[in-house]
């Protein structure tokens, strides 16, 4: 279910426990609604206030340190990734064709990672996953000759990449339980709902009501939007990944041992 999705029903939940609230207040005969029973409700209503104040609190906190991890992520993994072709770059003509398969798996990660940009007309590099390029990609720079310390770097920056390539995959599961949250929006609809009862009907309360209601539901949207940092309109930025592609174009191969003709990007 998307973030909008949730977000709305928060806010119709909420708004309609309220006016459910108020048309029973009506109906209640008003012996029940007298002071005693209203103090005693504040104070019902006050501990699951806190309680999913609090609870939603830390919600939003962890969405926006997850959210914040895995942009990190993307930047420490471009920066493997542009380490890895300058490193490529160096070992000579022998690793060109690593490098054009080096520059497939960041045409795949791209694709299967982000959606794709309004109006690209882009392709989608390697259609197989990206992690099984990625493998294959390393399997190739072990094969790599001659046994120098550029290999034995190229050998550890594939290492990295896998480790890096784990985390992103991991951030693009689910993590927010759908039940923890609609268990979050009943409680707050019961607190709404208590509260229309003994609201007092004028337009400053109901405009105020609406405003802490829709304030509730942004924040709704907020937690399980940053909890898929890849997807959604709070995105981490593929634009890391996709300067090393540019960079790459604008870097030739250098020339093979048997005096091929180098072509930027693309040996």
């Known amino acids: 279910m998307s973030a909008l999705t949730l977000a709305i029903i928060a806010f119709f939940a909420m ?42 609190g830390l919600m ?5 340190s997850q959210y914040s991890e895995a942009e990190k992520d993307v930047q420490m993994y471009a920066t493997t990734l542009m380490r890895t072709d300058i490193e490529l770059t160096n070992f000579g003509g022998a ?42 990609l390393t399997r190739k720079l072990e094969r790599l000759s001659p046994q120098n310390d550029i290999r034995k770097t190229l050998i550890s920056l594939g290492h990295q990449l896998l480790e890096y390539r784990w985390r992103i995959s991991d951030f693009t599961s689910d ?35 609406f405003g802490a209601i829709a304030c509730i539901s942004t924040a709704i949207f907020l937690v399980v939007e940053m909890d898929d ?24 191969c250098p020339l093979a041992a048997d005096g091929g003709s180098a072509v930027p990007g693309r040996p």
């Open 95 to 136: 690793a060109c064709a690593v490098r054009s398969d080096l520059r497939g798996y960041i045409e795949a990660l791209l694709a299967q990672t982000w959606p794709p940009l309004p109006g690209s007309s882009t392709g989608a590099g390697d259609a197989r996953p990206a992690t099984t390029v990625l493998l294959d």
């Open 60 to 64: 939003v906190n962890s969405a926006r």
């Open 15 to 56: 708004a309609g426990a309220a006016g459910c609230g108020a048309l029973l207040a009506r109906r209640m005969p008003p012996d029940l609604l007298g002071e005693s029973s209203i103090k005693s409700l504040r104070a019902a209503m006050a501990l699951v206030a806190t309680m999913t104040g609090l609870i939603l």
């Open 175 to 209: 993590r927010a339980p759908a039940t923890f949250i609609v268990a979050v929006i009943c409680w707050l609809a019961l607190i709404y709902g208590l509260l229309g009862v003994f609201a007092p009907r004028t337009p400053l309360v109901l405009f105020g009501y």
């Open 229 to 252: 940092p890849f997807s959604g309109q709070l995105r981490v930025p593929r634009a890391p990944i996709s300067d090393v592609l540019t960079f790459m174009a604008s870097q030739p």
